[in-house]
């Protein structure tokens, strides 16, 4: 509909806000793994250098650079290769339903990065002040 089209000038706007809004709960993820912030994991904080450990790092701090917007697409790139990795090793193996298996987060974020990956990061974002410069 034409009375929707004019909504297409808000797209980096809406972008950003998606990235940001991703980004502050995908490093609850990571604080929670590293820090035990806001709560420990159940099966308690994951040994350095263990599987775990790493997801949490590239949470936390992979999220910290999408939430600001720096190296957005490279950075985008690396956390949805995670998170289909996150699905098909830690969920996949569940059952074949991901609302079941525990998984839909995992391709959520995985799609969400996707489309960050592809679309840039939108507004308000250290990559896009970079190449105004």
Same mark, same amino acid.
């Given at each position: 509909?034409?009375?929707?089209?004019?909504?297409?000038?808000?797209?980096?706007?809406?972008?950003?806000?998606?990235?940001?809004?991703?980004?502050?709960?995908?490093?609850?993820?990571?604080?929670?793994?590293?820090?035990?912030?806001?709560?420990?994991?159940?099966?308690?904080?994951?040994?350095?250098?263990?599987?775990?450990?790493?997801?949490?790092?590239?949470?936390?701090?992979? %999220?910290?650079?999408?939430?600001? %917007?720096?190296?957005?697409?490279?950075?985008?790139?690396?956390? +949805?290769?995670?998170?289909?990795?996150?699905?098909?090793? %830690?969920?996949?193996?569940?059952?074949?339903?991901?609302?079941?298996?525990?998984?839909?987060?995992?391709?959520?974020? +995985?799609?969400?990065?996707?489309?960050?990956?592809?679309?840039?990061?939108?507004?308000?974002?250290?990559?896009?002040?970079?190449?105004?410069?």
């Amino acid at each position: 509909m034409q009375a929707f089209d004019s909504l297409s000038r808000y797209s980096p706007q809406a972008l950003g806000l998606l990235r940001i809004v991703t980004a502050l709960i995908f490093i609850a993820h990571g604080t929670q793994k590293l820090l035990g912030f806001p709560a420990a994991p159940a099966s308690g904080l994951p040994a350095i250098f263990t599987i775990y450990w790493f997801a949490g790092v590239l949470e936390l701090f992979g %999220g910290l650079a999408i939430l600001v %917007g720096f190296m957005t697409r490279p950075v985008a790139f690396i956390l +949805c290769g995670q998170m289909a990795f996150a699905y098909w090793m %830690g969920h996949a193996s569940r059952g074949p339903f991901p609302v079941l298996n525990g998984g839909d987060a995992a391709i959520l974020y +995985c799609f969400i990065f996707l489309h960050i990956f592809t679309a840039g990061a939108g507004a308000w974002s250290m990559d896009g002040n970079r190449s105004k410069a």
